[in-house]
């Protein structure tokens, strides 16, 4: 299994500004995934990220409003982008684990309040 | 539409009580997985299930997949406040390698 480290573990933040989120893996793996979570609800699919390409964004999300770097195989980046208080959420990244089932090993997340 | 149905959505109960948390679908899965998240953590792998009609025991969790492969579910005995949390079920997306279908999730709460 993976050990994922997110930063920040959680941030208050006004609104209209943006907060960068960075998620270091430690061991190197293709595909990693950006999802958002509210409290006590399931997960919904941010984007995927993979090294050397620009990320793939689910329907509803868009790269304006949160970009995503992925420079290395061990590093990924989120950014929210001009914050409103409903962008207020758990963010998690994931890796896949092993290949034939698919399996997602998950950081701690980020527990992000926008005033 | 691949969908996964997570039911009960919620569930209260007291500390040595049993219960089952179901997960089911009108596609039939090629793998389900289930994931427990505890508050402030991120979701962590309890088990993957293959086969149709398997089981799966992890100490007093108990996971069964559906013969047909469209349903599986998790059965918790004699639950303890540290089961607390929330459950998920996962399948691989039918033609998009690597990404996840989640059920809704069931958040589970055991009083001592």
């Known amino acids: 299994s993976a050990v994922i480290s997110q930063k920040p573990s959680r941030d208050i933040c006004q609104r209209g500004t943006s907060l960068t989120i960075q998620c270091q893996v430690d061991?190197?793996?293709?595909?990693m995934f950006w999802y958002r979570q509210q409290p006590g609800q399931s997960l919904t699919l941010i984007a995927t990220a993979n090294q050397g390409s620009e990320a793939t964004y689910e329907s509803g999300f868009v790269i304006d409003k949160f970009p995503i770097s992925r420079p290395n195989l061990t590093f990924s980046t989120l950014t929210v982008s001009n914050m409103s208080p409903e962008d207020s959420s758990i963010y998690l990244c994931?890796?896949?684990?092993?290949?034939?089932?698919?399996?997602?090993?998950f950081g701690p997340g980020t527990r992000l309040t926008v005033l | 539409t691949q969908l996964l149905e997570q039911s009960p959505q919620f569930l209260s109960i007291q500390e040595g009580e049993n219960l089952t948390v179901y997960c089911n679908s009108s596609?039939?899965?090629?793998?389900l997985q289930w994931y427990r998240q505890e508050p402030g953590e991120g979701p962590v792998l309890l088990v993957t299930?293959?086969?149709?009609?398997e089981v799966k025991k992890l100490k007093r969790l108990t996971f069964q997949f559906g013969d047909a492969r469209k349903d599986s579910s998790l059965h918790i005995t004699a639950a303890q406040p540290g089961d607390t949390g929330l459950y998920l079920c996962?399948?691989?997306?039918?033609?998009?390698?690597?990404?996840?279908?989640f059920g809704q999730g069931t958040e589970l709460s055991v009083k001592p």
């Open positions: 061991s190197q793996v293709t595909m």
């Open positions: 996962a399948s691989p997306h039918y033609n998009q390698g690597g990404k996840l279908i």
């Open positions: 299930v293959v086969t149709g009609g």
């Open positions: 596609s039939v899965f090629s793998s």
């Open positions: 994931s890796v896949e684990g092993a290949a034939v089932y698919n399996e997602q090993f």
